[in-house]
Each structure stands twice: as C-alpha cells, then as structure tokens.
C-alpha cells in the first residue's frame, strides 16, 4: 500500500499509509479546511468505510480491507470535488459556554487587567463579543 500511496499524483491531498486497513490524507491547499471534507465523508462514507478520525490538518479513514481497498479509497477521495460541492457547507455547532468573571472564579483577571492596562469590564466585553473556533478537542475533558 506504500508504494502505491507513494505514487499518487494528486492535486488535492497528500497521502499517508495507516496499516493495512488505514489511509491518512491531507489537502494540498492550506486555504481550504479539511472539517469540510470531515463533514462530507461522515454524511457520504466510501463503501468499506468503518471509521473517520479527523485530526487538526488530516484525517484518517479505516476501511475493511475485505470489503475494499486503499485504491478504491483513493478513487473516492480523488472524485471529491472540492469547490463546487454543496455539502461543504460548513455544518457548525454553537455552544454558549456560560462564563463566570467574579473574583473568586476569574483569578487571572486582575492580573491580565494590570498587564494589558485595561480596565476588567473592557476585558470582559473583549471576551464576550468574541466567537471561537474550536478545531479540535484537547486531552483534558472540555479543554478546546
């Protein structure tokens, strides 16, 4: 499977071997956002398909190697078409994660209030018109 993965020509990814039932890929345009393409093989999975794993810039998927293979993988992914397909159309998730700046919550807001010289309302203003993207999940439950 290395060799083969080794001579892909692609304009659209770059291919990595993950085992004998894995194939990991990343985009070549760094301006283009692999969640979309998450997002498009969740909703569209190849046949074969047993798991998707996305991380910050690839994306591994793991196939039954009894049911398909890694050319017919890259067949599917090299038919995606980036551009012009409606499903990538971001599918977000908005979370309002409830905030608590008093003091004996907000311990570093003096602090960063001293250190920006600003005052603790602009601060908190600042925070709170503010929306985040989260890419991905840290290793502490909740830590984006």
């Known amino acids: 499977m290395k060799d083969f993965l080794e001579n892909i020509n692609s304009d659209k990814f770059v291919y990595f071997s993950s085992g004998d039932s894995g194939i990991q890929f990343s985009l070549l345009d760094k301006k283009k956002n692999i969640n979309d393409i998450f997002i498009f093989i969740k909703n569209h ?38 551009d012009s397909n409606k499903e990538f159309i971001k599918s977000t998730y908005h979370w309002e994660i409830p905030v608590c700046y008093e003091k004996k919550y907000g311990l570093d807001l003096d602090y960063i209030s001293k250190i920006c010289k600003l005052d603790q309302d602009k601060i908190i203003q600042l925070h709170l018109n503010k929306t985040y993207t989260i890419n991905m999940m840290g290793f502490l439950p909740g830590l984006p």
């Not at 039954?64 to 995606?80: G, K």
């Open 45 to 82: 999975p190849p046949i074969g398909f047993l798991d998707l794993i996305p991380s910050l810039e690839r994306i591994l998927i793991v196939f039954d190697p009894n049911i398909t293979s890694v050319e017919v993988i890259v067949e599917y992914l090299e038919n995606i078409i980036l």
